[in-house]
């Protein structure tokens, strides 16, 4: 995992938008996290709802997150979602799942995304791009 603080530095210094990619399977999030590095995008990583909570609670800025629905563990997507919502509301967000029916427990709306897997990178990108330069 990426170190939150050099994290920090190095955005600030890069004025990079910086990503927070929550997926709880390494061989998942591994070439994902890399795709967006060399998209130009500083990543911070993630296994778990709780993880990501607390880079939020580190104050390492993030600029936009994307998260797994269905993750392992007691909290899933949703309640990072939900979370979010409260913490921080105008947070764009970007969920994903291998599970269609996932998509109807997703409210999408300008700042909540939805893209299935397997899902091609590239649109990933686009993705992160069009929501990142609706929240400017």
């Known amino acids: 995992m990426v170190d939150p603080v050099e994290t920090l530095v190095q955005a600030a210094a890069d004025a990079q938008p910086v990503i927070l990619v929550v997926e709880d399977n390494f061989l998942l999030r ?40 269905d993750l392992q563990g007691e909290l899933k997507g949703n309640a990072l979602s939900s979370w979010l919502r409260e913490h921080h509301p105008d947070m764009p967000m970007l969920m994903t799942s291998g599970d269609r029916s996932a998509c109807e427990s997703v409210l999408t709306t300008p700042t909540r995304l939805f893209i299935a897997k397997p899902y091609a990178l590239a649109e990933v990108d686009q993705l992160i791009r069009s929501a990142l330069a609706r929240n400017d």
């Open 30 to 69: 591994w070439p994902v996290c890399e795709f967006l590095r060399d998209s130009g995008y500083r990543v911070v990583e993630a296994a778990s709802v709780q993880e990501a909570i607390a880079v939020f609670s580190s104050n390492v800025p993030v600029d936009m997150v994307f998260s797994d629905v």
